[in-house]
């Protein structure tokens, strides 16, 4: 590691954090040196995370120190020292959105005047701060109206008055364009020569080799290396995210797959644009399994999104079956023959409060009466065929959906979105937090609805889910980067996702 | 928000002029109403004579201090960036429970016959109480401040119908209704603490850590417990001030009308909640300023008192007074340029 003539400004070692059963930390270790761009890669659920709230005070390691030049982290309870040690930007803004810049700066401890806030003091103050970092941003305006990239600056100028000198940008360029992430670099580079050190979180690996030194790498809530950029090439540090052992069982698990290249194309999808991606074509052939990969802000969401009416995109058109498919209303998308399993279960797929026979049929209730009204029975005989089909492990439709384990009730979504017999299924992060088992039954029914007939569209950042996709497209920063028929190589798809390949 | 699509600025903004022009447009948001409040008092001038008379208009001040007193409490409470219904109740029951304190049996009070300053002490502690509970179950037992409050509302209404057994009181101590009969400068001493109170809170929220405190907890609650304000104690503590506020309110209230019916201070909610939306006070918390409640007090005061002279028929001026409070939201809405949510 280090030779051991700098102490190093921050030094945690043996980092074990539990949540309940699930162990999000088992061996976090981070070494960053004064004066150093460190940069902390990993993929979704390796522990960055983790250790961030571990490394800012937030939350006490059950295993594990933390040292600060040399010495050991202050309590949890004092806020203080902490603060003056270390601060983290976060993706959420940590500052009052109708509050000036200047008050955001010394909230809470505004220069007094006879105890009273003298507001002009804190102008004066506020300005002198901002110059001596030289952040650009007016003291007087309302932070609710600074662009991203300024309100991220001006939270830094306020974790630095504070008298921290370690910066923790959590993926500090997933909401900036190309632009504004060169200009938040050059920031950090003459930061950095005024004596800061950041640790730079990125799913970005191309920014990493942009602007960090050092790189330490996290897999399966472990430490896996940490070295200097320069001597790390990409390929190396994409098999260290990845792990080797993954690459040799995805050797054997893919299997070429027949695709039918007769078959008609049920959906196509030209130019679609919006804030999140940009002039995208997508055709998906009946009976295929198209994957859309990407990291967290390459618009592979909002993408899919886009074809259930949930996000609408400004131009492009869409046919299904070669009838157009209306965009951002989701009744329409139904009724065109769009079934969806949405990002979030907890939040866009299941009505907790109802039971699994009404989450499962919701979306199609009209077809189990006349008028609006529901036959109870109808619907308890269609919401059982569907539990059987999915197997979903339940006492009965009547069972309140909220007593249902992770993966009993993302099949209770997948019930829903298959309950219409759709043409296109829009599945976005199907297995997510759910158990092995469960994800096996799931990627089940991707087959036989693919046997079905059914164009299938998966989003996901599991490379298990893409696995099973005749071809997977990669967006990067909204556009479709790469490529892949099944029988892909991890590394390869990583490295694409990463941008790593291409930037 | 509708200013996030705004053109992007193409040079980095340089304090100057266009830091004097936000300041200016925020002030502008800030006096939103006076226009609409001048406009009334041309148009109340114009349709009658009696309209712009001192006379007149110190009896709109005086009709307006105890809805003032309780807009002020609820401001506090909104800008934290929660609600309390039950300040309305808190109208009723405070001055009742202090009537009751001073009154003999024989006059439907308690009999403890208390004298009347310590009685008044006691209104001020009830309103105390009731604000301390509400804040604990909220802040403390984290239940939804809507609901409980609401609860609370009509908890205390029961009470006071249930410890006055529906009955007017009056006959109290002179001292009782002292804040609305006695005047200074021929204008009311309600008028008075209203404004003094105003200004203070004013003053308060504007150059205290206390008061942007309050800004910062309603405007976003994590950042200001990072910030080191103990979020907690300061929402208790706004929770007891508005309740002793609302209790002032409802004595003044009682001065008014020289009596305390069981139904003092009933459905006063709604027209608090307009006056503070139309002054603009977010019902998200974090947003509005003192003198954009007081406009809202005063313009609300002003139409009240323009369809009291228009002699519109008493069976309408319900239906009315609700239409002007919908057409007010609406103007406010167009005039700050931004979504009330």
């Known amino acids: 590691m280090s030779t051991a003539v700098t102490t190093p400004l921050v030094e945690a070692s043996g980092i074990v954090k539990r949540y309940g059963p699930t162990t999000a930390l088992a061996d976090g270790r981070l070494t960053v040196l004064p004066g150093e761009s460190h940069a902390l890669v990993g993929r979704n659920g390796a522990g960055k995370s983790t250790l961030v709230t571990v490394l800012t005070g937030l939350q006490a390691p059950d295993e594990g120190t933390v040292r600060f030049d040399g010495e050991p982290a202050p309590p949890l309870a004092d806020r203080d020292a902490w603060r003056s040690k270390v601060a983290c930007v976060y993706q959420k803004p940590t500052v009052v959105p109708e509050l000036t810049v200047a008050e955001n700066l010394f909230i809470n401890r505004q220069p007094l005047q006879r105890g009273f806030i003298s507001w002009r003091r804190l102008k004066a103050q506020a300005t002198e701060l901002l110059d001596a970092w030289d952040v650009r941003v007016d003291p007087e305006a309302r932070t609710a109206d600074l662009k991203v990239e300024d309100r991220q600056m001006v939270e830094i100028a306020r974790a630095l008055s504070f008298g921290a000198r370690f910066i923790v940008l959590d993926e500090p360029t997933a909401q900036l364009d190309n632009r504004e992430i060169e200009r938040l670099f050059t920031r950090m580079r003459s930061l950095q020569d005024s004596g800061v050190t950041f640790l730079f979180i990125s799913h970005h690996l191309q920014e990493v080799y942009e602007v960090c030194q050092t790189v330490t790498v996290l897999r399966d809530a472990r430490w896996i290396t940490t070295a200097p950029v320069a001597d790390l090439p990409r390929t190396a540090l994409v098999e260290a995210m990845a792990g080797e052992s993954i690459e040799t069982i995805a050797e054997q698990g893919v299997q070429e797959r027949v695709v039918d290249e007769s078959a008609p194309v049920l959906l196509d999808a030209r130019g679609l644009t919006s804030d999140a991606y940009e002039n995208v074509d997508l055709t998906v052939r009946r009976g295929e399994v198209v994957g859309l990969a990407g990291s967290s802000g390459s618009g592979k969401i909002e993408l899919a999104e886009s074809l259930t009416g949930l996000h609408t995109p400004q131009r492009g058109t869409a046919q299904l079956d070669g009838k157009p498919l209306p965009f951002g209303d989701v009744t329409a998308a139904l009724k065109a023959g769009v079934g969806c399993v949405p990002r979030d279960r907890h939040v866009q797929g299941l009505v907790v409060g109802m039971t699994i026979g009404d989450n499962a049929t919701l979306s199609v209730l009209d077809r189990l009466g006349r008028y609006g009204f529901v036959g109870t029975d109808r619907k308890r005989g269609f919401a059982t065929e569907l539990i059987e089909r999915l197997d979903i492990h339940t006492e009965g439709p009547e069972q309140p959906v909220s007593d249902l384990s992770g993966g009993n009730a993302q099949k209770v979504v997948m019930a829903r979105a298959l309950a219409s017999d759709p043409q296109l299924l829009v599945l976005i992060n199907p297995t997510a937090g759910v158990d092995v088992k469960s994800k096996e039954s799931l990627l089940a029914r991707v087959d036989s609805a693919r046997e079905d007939g059914t164009a299938v569209l998966v989003v996901s950042d599991e490379l298990d889910d893409l696995r099973r996709c005749d071809r997977v497209l990669v967006l990067f920063h909204g556009r479709v980067a790469a490529e892949y028929p099944a029988g892909w190589r991890d590394h390869e798809l990583i490295a694409s996702i990463e941008g790593v390949d291409h930037g | ?341």
């Open chain 2, 1 to 341: 928000m509708a200013d996030t699509k705004a053109p992007p600025v193409t040079t980095l903004s340089v304090p100057g002029p266009s830091s004097a022009r936000t300041v200016l447009l925020r002030r502008a948001r800030e006096l939103a109403l006076v226009p609409a409040l001048l406009l009334l008092m041309v148009l109340g001038a114009v349709v009658n004579d009696s309209f712009l008379t001192e006379r007149n208009l110190i009896s709109i001040l005086g009709a307006s201090a105890a809805l003032a007193m309780v807009v002020l409490a609820e401001s506090l409470v909104l800008i934290t960036g929660k609600f309390d219904l039950s300040l309305e109740s808190v109208v009723g029951i405070a001055p009742a429970i202090g009537a009751l304190l001073v009154l003999p049996a024989a006059q439907s009070g308690w009999g403890t016959e208390f004298p009347a300053a310590l009685a008044l002490l006691a209104i001020l502690v009830v309103g105390a109480v009731i604000g301390a509970f509400n804040g604990i179950l909220v802040v403390k037992f984290k239940l939804n401040a809507f609901i409980v409050t609401l609860a609370m509302l009509i908890v205390l209404r029961g009470l006071l119908v249930g410890a006055t057994k529906g009955k007017t009181l009056f006959g109290m101590p002179d001292s009782f209704y002292s804040l609305a009969t006695t005047t200074f400068l021929n204008v009311p001493m309600s008028v008075w603490l209203a404004a003094a109170a105003f200004a203070i809170a004013g003053f308060v929220l504007k150059y205290h850590r206390v008061g942007r405190a309050l800004y910062a907890i309603g405007g976003n609650a994590d950042a200001a417990r990072a910030a080191g304000i103990r979020v907690d104690r300061v929402m208790l503590g706004v929770f007891v001030v508005a309740g002793v506020l609302a209790s002032v309110g409802g004595l003044l209230q009682t001065g008014y009308v020289g009596a305390i019916s069981a139904n003092q201070g009933q459905n006063m909610i709604f027209t608090v909640f307009a006056a503070a939306v139309i002054g603009g006070i977010s019902l998200d918390g974090g947003k509005g300023t003192m003198f954009g409640a007081l406009t809202g007090v005063l313009l609300l005061g002003v139409v009240q008192n323009l369809l009291t002279l228009a002699q519109v028929p008493s069976f309408w001026i319900q239906a009315i007074y609700g239409g002007i409070i919908l057409v007010a939201l609406m103007i406010a809405r167009v005039t700050t340029g931004r979504a009330q949510d």
